[in-house]
């Protein structure tokens, strides 16, 4: 694991550490469908988009985002199509917070994701939401728990894999979101290919076993050429973070969602 992903999930520990044990644990009652949302989007051509809260990363600042401007920004990306959203949640590294996400679910209907570095169960009762980011890499052997728990406060958890190892371990969990993050997590780096070439596994496992999981493409979509890229090899959701926060988000939107369109005029 690169020494950056240590301090985050170090970080995620000690935030963890200091939460009440003693918090309500509530039931999402309200729960909005991804999979509802993905489907309408792909019977009318589109690229299902799952646009993401993004104030910062390790490497970069793209807003200063409080609650009410998570909230504008979340509108923006409702208004010109997304099928869900990401908000960031983890404030060290990100400078995401629960309240960014409450106020962006508040103000918007379409689903939301949590999206943090959850390392201790009592994260999973921090907010509700959705569907829940679960790092395999980052969860290991309590995975399967941690899924058990979204599931019994009615979140749909994502479950984010890095590499063929952690994918086949996921393959085994009950899980029907399968996200491939295309960040190394041992160098940071972006490589597309990494979802090319894992999910054909996930396509191969799911005609063997007369399954059908999800997968969502994440990270380095940057255009509407990886986009399509990213469709072709599989995926049936991208999630776009930094290329919608650098601005033009509504122009990038749309050119995201049509790019399989155009690509068949030309
Ligand atoms: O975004 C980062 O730089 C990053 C660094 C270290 C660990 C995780 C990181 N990002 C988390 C994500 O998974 C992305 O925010 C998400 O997939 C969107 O990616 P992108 O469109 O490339 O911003």
Known sequence: MHPKIEQIVQKSKERA??????KTHTICNDRRDIFESIGLACKKGHIPIIAEVKPASPTGKFADVNPEIASQI???????GAVALSVLTEPCYFE???????SARKNTS????????????????????????????????????????????????????????????VLECDTNLIGINNRSFETLEIDLETAEKLIPLVKEHDRKYNQKHLIIGESGVKGTDDATRMIRAGADALLVGT???????????????????????V
């Open 17 to 22: 550490d200091a939460l009440s044990e003693n």
């Open 74 to 80: 979340a509108c923006d990306m409702e208004n010109a």
């Open 96 to 102: 995401g917070s629960i309240e960014n996400l409450e």
């Open 110 to 169: 379409i689903p939301v994701l949590r999206k943090d570095f959850i390392v201790d169960k009592s994260q999973m009762h921090e907010a509700s939401s959705d569907l829940i980011l679960l790092i395999a890499g980052v969860l290991g052997k309590k995975l399967p728990e941690f899924i058990e728990i979204a599931r019994r406060r009615n979140i749909e958890p994502l479950v984010e894999v890095h590499d063929e190892k952690e994918l086949e371990y």
């Open 243 to 265: 290329y919608l926060m650098e601005g033009n988000l509504k122009e990038k939107m749309k050119h995201l969602i049509e790019a399989n369109k155009n690509q068949e005029i």
